[in-house]
Structure formats: C-alpha cells, structure tokens
C-alpha cells in the first residue's frame, strides 16, 4: 500500500454538475499528477502540479482544473461534467523538480465517478 | 510526442506456463518505459522500470522485460504464471526516471487458468 491517498473512493453525480476529488501526496513528494482512467481504457494524463504550480496538461478541456496545496495535496475539479467523464481517477505522487529523479510515482486507489 | 501500443488486450495462460506481453513504443526523446499492474478496484503498481542503465530489467513478482531499441520494444515477461498473476498490466514511456506525465498504453487483462 503506497502512502498517496484519496477521497472520496465513490461518488455519483448528475450531468452538469460540478464535482471536487482529493489527494493526499506521500510524505516528502512535491508533485501530483492526475490521470483518467475510463472504463476498459489506459490512464490518461489529465495534469501534474509542482510545488503548487501547473506544470504540464494533457489533453483535456479547462473545465478540468486543479489546484495543489502548500503540504503538496492536490485537487482536481470538474466543472459541468459530462456523461463521458465517468471514470476511475487516479493521482500519483512523486519527488520531482532539479532533484535526481530516480524516485517512482506513487498511485492512489483512486474515485471512481460516475455521472448520470 | 509518445505513445504507446500494447498487442491483445486480453491474454490467456495456463499456471505455470509462460506469460509474455507485448509492448512498442514511439518516443522523440530517450524513453522511459515503465510496467504497472492494476488489480480489480485497485490503483497501478509499479512492476519495473526502463531508465537506460540495463536493457534487461528484473522487477517484481518475478516479472522482467527487455528493452529493443531497434524494435522500439519493451515486452513484459514472467517464466511461470501463477493464479495471483490475474490482472490488467499496462506499458507506459515518459520523458522522466520518475515517471512522471506517464503515457500509457491500452493495457492487457492477463487471465489465469488453473
């Protein structure tokens, strides 16, 4: 079991609502990265913060957005969400920024969302 | 840009037989390339990781895989499946030893049959 948790593990909202997940790095990691995971699909990057700073997106639209803590927890928030957002979303945590990189990425269990 | 291409998504073994996943990869820079398996309701656990200092790595489980370069490869092998081996695997190559902004392949759903 890594040390990256999030919360909530569950949840089920409706069509244009607007949802908030958390995560909660390993001690001493300084990113999060943030992936969709659709149903029977591979993980796609969503973002990664560092140090409280945007530091790369994939290709996702900006009312996917994020934000990450001064204690380096992370949230994603989705904006008017879309049937096709219902997804297994995962954060990894991970030692990142002019450090020798030879620390892995950390997975959480991830939020399963569904939208109906 | 990388991407990434995982042959079958779904791979049936007999215990005790061989396991082989395959793995290509396309990357502009000197890829990392990385296996993560992912159990049911489960996130992705590291298995190995490819970051240029041997193209033969040993991972986890019993797991190893050999990077081509030539072949843009990099297949997951294990000798002896066993019933615990069950899950989905997935390839993925970033441009960080760390692993980060992680591009992942399509993944393979690894049968077990007793």
């Known amino acids: 079991e890594t040390g990256v948790t999030q919360s909530p593990t569950h949840l089920i909202k409706t069509r244009g609502q607007q949802v908030t997940l958390r995560c909660s790095s390993q001690s001493g990691h300084n990113t999060v990265s943030w992936y969709q995971q659709a149903l029977g699909q591979g993980p796609q990057f969503i973002f990664q913060y560092y140090r409280e700073e945007e530091n790369g997106r994939g290709n996702f639209p900006p009312r996917f957005s994020g934000l990450q803590f001064p204690n380096y927890s992370s949230e994603l928030n989705v904006n008017a969400l879309e049937l096709d957002d219902s997804a297994l979303y995962l954060c990894?945590?991970?030692?990142?920024?002019?450090?020798?990189?030879?620390?892995?990425?950390?997975f959480g269990q991830g939020t399963r969302l569904t939208v109906v | 840009a990388q991407s990434v291409t995982q042959l079958g998504s779904h791979v049936s073994v007999s215990e005790g037989a061989l396991v082989l996943l395959r793995c290509n990869y396309s990357s502009s820079v000197p890829p990392y390339l990385f296996w993560y398996v992912q159990y049911p309701n489960q996130g992705l656990q590291l298995l190995l990781k490819y970051t240029s200092a041997a193209t033969l790595v040993k991972g986890i489980n019993g797991f190893e895989a050999e990077f081509k370069k030539s072949e843009t490869s990099f297949h997951l092998t294990k000798p002896s499946a066993h019933m615990s081996d069950a899950a989905e695997y997935f390839c993925a190559v970033s441009s960080s030893a760390a692993g980060n902004k992680l591009t992942f392949g399509g993944g393979t759903r690894v049968l077990v049959k007793p």
């Open positions: 990894a945590s991970s030692l990142g920024g002019g450090v020798r990189q030879n620390t892995e990425a950390f």
